[in-house]
């Protein structure tokens, strides 16, 4: 089966452009959420989605937005692109909001802001 | 205030003895507990999960322990294989109405030398 897919795999913006970050979801999975690693550190909750609705919003600013579609794919927008939104996106499904079963991640979207 | 906290950035151990990961969490509400191993330009994969109801969870040669009162749980490799080189993470869950978002450590590099 495959796995959690995202694309692209890498990306180069400048600042103030805006970036569309996307995500499939493992067969089955109806849960996706986003999550921001910069060098160092590990992943940080951006977003959740579930049933194609928000559930859940870490400390982000308003220029973070996402979306789930009906065949729960998911993407992440980010708009006004900084130097420091540089940062490797994960994202990562599970089967359902409150089941005690672990998210599986996709290898995440390099994004680099020049 | 990192809620997560993975206080040795890097361990290294011979192949075929045993390595053990530690991890803090200040946070008394998490009650599901994970570890994710990370090799570069790939996404965490999930390794073991336990939940606060039990104190020891195996699978193959990887057992978590959790310390309740102490807020303490710790992966055990036994025994360590070059290929287990990688940054591992632990991430905890809360109960409530946020559970859906995994906190994570800021990691700890483990070199398995040959």
């Known amino acids: 089966d495959a796995g959690v897919t995202q694309s692209p795999t890498h990306l180069i913006k400048t600042r103030g452009q805006q970036v569309t970050l996307r995500c499939s979801p493992i067969s089955g999975h109806k849960s996706v959420s986003w999550y921001q690693q910069v060098l160092g550190q590990g992943p940080q909750f951006i977003f959740q989605y579930y049933e194609k609705e928000e559930r859940g919003r870490g400390n982000f600013p308003d220029r973070f937005s996402a979306r789930q579609f009906p065949n729960y794919s998911s993407e992440l927008n980010v708009n006004a692109l900084l130097l420091g939104d540089s940062a490797l996106y994960l994202c990562?499904?599970?089967?359902?909001?409150?089941?005690?079963?672990?998210?599986?991640f996709g290898d995440g979207t390099r994004l680099s802001i020049l | 205030d990192q809620q997560v906290k993975q206080n040795s950035p890097s361990l290294s151990v011979q192949e075929g003895r045993i390595s053990i990961l530690n991890c803090d969490y200040t946070n008394s509400m998490f009650d599901y507990f994970l570890w994710y191993k990370k090799y570069p330009a790939e996404g965490p994969t999930f390794l073991i999960s336990?939940?606060?109801?039990?104190d020891k969870n195996e699978d193959g040669r990887f057992t978590v322990f959790l310390n309740k009162s102490a807020k303490h749980l710790s992966l055990h490799i036994v025994p360590s294989q070059p290929g287990d080189s990688a940054v591992y993470f632990c991430a905890a869950r809360r109960s409530g109405g946020s559970n859906y978002k995994l906190t994570f450590g800021k990691g700890t590099l483990l070199t398995v030398n040959p």
């Open positions: 336990i939940s606060s109801i039990k």
């Open positions: 990562a499904s599970s089967t359902g909001r409150y089941s005690n079963q672990p998210q599986h």
